[in-house]
């Protein structure tokens, strides 16, 4: 069975801060894909990243970076410097090709 | 706007009344699924398409549930004799799958509360 863990509830920073949230996730799959989601307050979820079980490269995209570690079953997303905006929950899923599974989320509070 | 719509935003019915909901995915994508949410907890799948094809349906949470993609376009989800667990929000997704696994786009969703 395919799980994904987001032990981190509620998150609250200070604007500037940088900010970690952790995603752990199991399934006995060989093939398999990870994502990112951001659910602001308006409700929509916005993609922010897909990665492969094959690559383990991290990624950063502007402020955000990903840290993937198959050893440790882990995807983790950081933002630096965070900013108000960056308000928001935010999910992690896991998908063996049709069978999409998220984790129950993080909300992130930044303060000014 | 080119991305998925859905209709209703927003739907407040009462106890044993039947609802649908709508999903308009972006255009070219061959996918469409449907999940729920509740207070606090990510997305949960309910179903998918293929085009016209409903290619998983065991995990719509009861026969009252039933979801339909006639021409491979939009899609409907009903919920027949509605009851109060099943306020939630309902979300589509559209994705276009191509090699590998797709990429889900979500919709705004649809907010039921039934009294």
């Known amino acids: 069975a395919q799980k994904v863990t987001q032990a981190q509830t509620e998150i609250s920073v200070v604007e500037k801060e940088d900010v970690t949230l952790d995603c752990v996730y199991e399934?006995?799959?060989?093939?398999?894909?990870l994502f990112w989601y951001k659910q602001p307050p308006s409700g929509e979820l916005v993609f922010l990243i897909r990665r492969n079980s094959f690559d383990e490269q991290n990624e950063i995209s502007g402020r955000y970076s990903w840290n993937f570690q198959k050893s440790t079953s882990s995807f983790n997303f950081t933002i630096t410097a965070s900013q108000v905006v960056d308000s928001a929950v935010y999910f992690c899923a896991l998908s063996n090709n049709n069978d999409m599974r998220f984790g129950a989320g993080t909300r992130l509070t930044v303060k000014p | 706007d080119t991305g998925v719509s859905q209709n209703p935003r927003h739907k407040i019915t009462k106890r044993g009344q039947n609802v649908t909901f709508r999903c308009d995915p972006i255009?070219?994508?061959?996918?469409l699924y449907w999940y729920r949410q509740t207070l606090g907890q990510g997305p949960e799948f309910l179903t998918y398409f293929q085009n016209e094809a409903q290619l998983e349906k065991s995990r719509l949470l009861s026969d009252r549930f039933s979801a339909e993609r006639p021409k491979g376009s939009f899609s409907t989800l009903e919920i027949q004799r509605t009851e109060q667990g099943d306020s939630a929000m309902y979300l589509c997704?559209?994705?276009?799958?191509?090699?590998?696994?797709?990429?889900?786009?979500f919709g705004p969703g649809t907010r039921l509360t039934v009294l």
């Open positions: 997704a559209s994705s276009f799958v191509g090699m590998g696994t797709d990429t889900q786009y």
């Open positions: 255009s070219e994508h061959n996918r």
């Open positions: 399934t006995r799959d060989t093939t398999y894909y």
